[in-house]
């Protein structure tokens, strides 16, 4: 079956640095995303990884190696606004995407 | 301001009753979806369209309908509601095609309890 595993819950510090890792077992390869929903509203496009490597983003790095099926979202100098659940999802084979159940990030002053 | 508009925003619903959650969208987008989502749970697609006309299920179909007579709306029905069926219903279009940076825009969202 497909599975995308993350951590449920994580807390860092305000101004720190925090890495929330993905790993992925899907049916081929087209794509891993990155998606940050705030409590109580709609998840918002983060990132996207297709080719191994790190992609830069301001704040946010995004990560992927897909001979190990993993990939981290990397997230700098937190702001409390930076508080919400980050998504993983994975575009498969077939161009269906296979959601992880999400990272609630909980930032500390 | 462009983007997917979802109704209602929630809903109490009595078992057995007939719902259809609303959803558009004004950016001229060829796909669009209908997920739920879960505590503990990721999101999970019910049905799919990937342009006007045509409709797919996706991973939990059963209990619930959709139609795509236009490209910009995409209502989805549950025809007799049971209480498994409580959960927050959200809508998202994209360009679609098929390549892998197939970005999704998200509606807000529509909560959804079955008594």
């Known amino acids: 079956g497909q599975n995308i595993d993350q951590p449920t819950e994580m807390t860092a510090t305000e101004g720190a640095i925090v890495q929330i890792n993905c790993t992925y077992q899907t049916s081929g390869f087209n794509g891993l995303f990155w998606y940050q929903q705030h409590a109580g509203e709609a998840p918002t496009f983060l990132s996207y990884?297709?080719l191994d490597g790190l992609e830069e983003k301001g704040r946010f790095s995004s990560f992927l190696s897909r001979s190990k099926g993993y990939s981290y979202l990397l997230l700098k100098e937190l702001q409390m606004k930076d508080s919400a659940s980050y998504l993983c999802?994975?575009?498969?084979?077939?161009?269906?995407?296979?959601w992880g159940a999400g990272t609630k990030l909980i930032i500390k002053p | 301001i462009a983007g997917i508009t979802q109704a209602p925003t929630s809903q109490i619903l009595a078992a057995g009753r007939r719902m259809t959650l609303r959803c558009t969208q004004d950016m001229r987008h060829n796909a669009m979806y209908w997920y739920r989502q879960d505590l503990g749970l990721g999101l999970r697609l019910i049905h799919y369209s990937n342009t006007a006309g045509t409709t797919g299920k996706g991973e939990v179909p059963d209990g619930y309908s959709v139609s795509r007579a236009n490209t910009d709306d995409f209502p989805l029905t549950l025809a007799s509601a049971v209480p498994s069926q409580t959960s927050v219903y959200f809508c998202?279009?994209?360009?679609?095609?098929?390549?892998?940076?197939?970005?999704?825009?998200f509606g807000a969202g529509s909560r959804l309890t079955v008594l």
């Open positions: 998202a279009s994209s360009e679609g095609g098929s390549s892998g940076a197939n970005v999704l825009t």
């Open positions: 999802a994975v575009m498969d084979s077939n161009y269906q995407l296979i």
């Open positions: 990884n297709v």
